[in-house]
């Protein structure tokens, strides 16, 4: 297994927002994991790349336990975090923004490489390579932070709310992107409020509840599970 977290526990300042957190990601696999706001996705999120230490459990990426490393050693080892609200570096460029992210050695080596990769994946991008990113549309700015994160060269690829505060219009092209990074055999996992959406690209779910982990199984399965379809589809 790639990526496995079991019984995952972590708090801010003392605050529990995590109580018991488990799941596990294939490679190759696209796994998301829903829940309403507060239920805990951003911050299982944080704790796997490290921006936040677990209180307890554990999280093991190819069968070598990861919680407590740096951020930038997991990094480092292939696992790259989109976050929630883009954090892009408003004053530096597209093309600049893009170069932060190939910051290890391993994701130097193919710099120009990705850079093309990501330029054909999003055109936009290569259009606006010298424009500063804070000048960029909601949807462009998502576009750069997911290829922020491709320019690590991850094996994982863990996106957290991309299509948060995005049109109609620019969620599917969004969502087109991945279901495009996914097909070329990148393993992801993906948090999202939009349900519908994300378990319909998904391999496998999970839902997250007040920070604990309270169903799992394959996207479809999901999508027509009655606790799903009443908490979340408002079916």
Avoid: C, W
Avoid at 185 to 190: E, P
């Amino acid at each position: 297994m790639l990526l496995e977290v079991r019984h995952l526990a972590a708090s801010y300042d003392g605050v529990p927002a995590l109580h018991d957190v488990s799941f596990t990601v294939g490679e190759g696999e696209v796994v998301t994991i829903i829940g309403s706001n507060g239920a805990g996705k951003t911050t299982t999120i944080r704790t796997i790349s490290g921006q936040l230490r677990p209180d307890r459990g554990e999280i093991l990426f190819r069968g070598t336990r990861i919680d407590g490393l740096p951020a930038h050693r997991i990094a480092e080892m292939g696992i790259a975090h989109v976050p929630e609200g883009r954090r892009l570096f408003n004053r530096l460029t597209v093309l600049q923004n893009l170069l932060v992210g190939s910051f290890t050695r391993r994701a130097r080596a193919t710099e120009d490489a990705m850079l093309e990769r990501v330029f054909t994946l999003f055109p936009r991008l290569k259009e606006r390579a010298n424009q500063r990113a804070g000048t960029l549309s909601g949807g462009e700015q998502q576009m750069l932070a997911i290829g922020r994160g491709l320019m690590l060269q991850p094996v994982i690829l863990m996106l957290d709310e991309p299509s948060l505060g995005l049109a109609p219009m620019l969620v599917d092209e969004i969502f087109n992107t991945i279901r495009q990074i996914a097909r070329e055999g990148m393993t992801i996992l993906l948090v999202e409020q939009n349900v519908r959406e994300s378990l319909e690209l998904s391999d496998r779910a999970y839902v997250l509840q007040t920070g604990t982990t309270v169903a799992e199984g394959t996207g479809a399965e999901l999508l027509e599970s009655e606790m799903v379809r009443r908490a979340y589809l408002g079916l």
